[in-house]
C-alpha cells in the first residue's frame, strides 16, 4: 500500500490497504499502523480532513502497541502531517516533538534530522498563521 502511495497510484494503494486488512491476522498491529497511515494520507488527499484525522489517530494507537520505535516515530509524523494540513500546528507540533525524541532515543540520527526538519516547518507555518490570524481584541 505504501509502495503504490509512494508511486502516486491512489487507487493501487487503496486496493493494497483494503487486500492487507483481509488477509492480515487481527494481532498483526504494524499492518494496521501501516496501512491505516496510508488510509489516512489518502484520505487527506481525496479532502476528507476528518477522515485522515481518524485514519491517522489510529496508526498512532497502533503502531504505540508495538516495540518499534521507527513505526512509533512515523505513525506520529504522519498525525502531525495530517493535523498540520488541518491548520491545527499546536497540535502538530507535539506529535512531531515526539517523533523526534522517540528516533533520537533510538539512535536514528537521519530520522532524526528528518523529524527536526518537520519541526521546524511546522514551527514557521504556526508563526505565520499566527501573523495571518491574529487574536480577536477582548478589552471593550
Do not use: C, M
Amino acid at each position: 500500500a505504501h509502495a503504490y502511495e509512494l508511486l502516486g497510484d491512489r487507487d493501487a494503494a487503496q486496493a493494497a490497504s483494503d487486500l492487507s486488512d483481509e488477509l492480515g491476522a487481527l494481532d498483526d498491529v504494524i499492518n494496521y499502523a501501516i496501512t491505516h497511515a496510508v488510509r489516512a494520507r489518502l484520505a487527506l488527499a481525496n479532502g476528507d480532513g476528518a477522515a485522515a484525522e481518524r485514519w491517522a489517530r489510529s496508526a498512532v494507537d497502533y503502531a504505540l502497541t508495538t516495540d518499534f520505535p521507527g513505526a512509533q516515530a512515523q505513525a506520529r509524523l504522519d498525525l502531525a502531517h495530517v493535523l498540520s494540513a488541518l491548520g491545527r500546528h499546536h497540535e502538530a507540533i507535539p506529535q512531531a516533538q515526539a517523533a523526534l525524541e522517540l528516533l533520537k532515543a533510538k539512535g536514528d540520527r537521519l530520522g532524526a534530522r528528518r523529524a527536526r526538519a518537520i519541526l521546524d516547518q511546522f514551527a514557521i507555518d504556526a508563526s505565520r498563521s499566527r501573523r495571518a490570524n491574529p487574536p480577536a481584541d477582548t478589552d471593550p
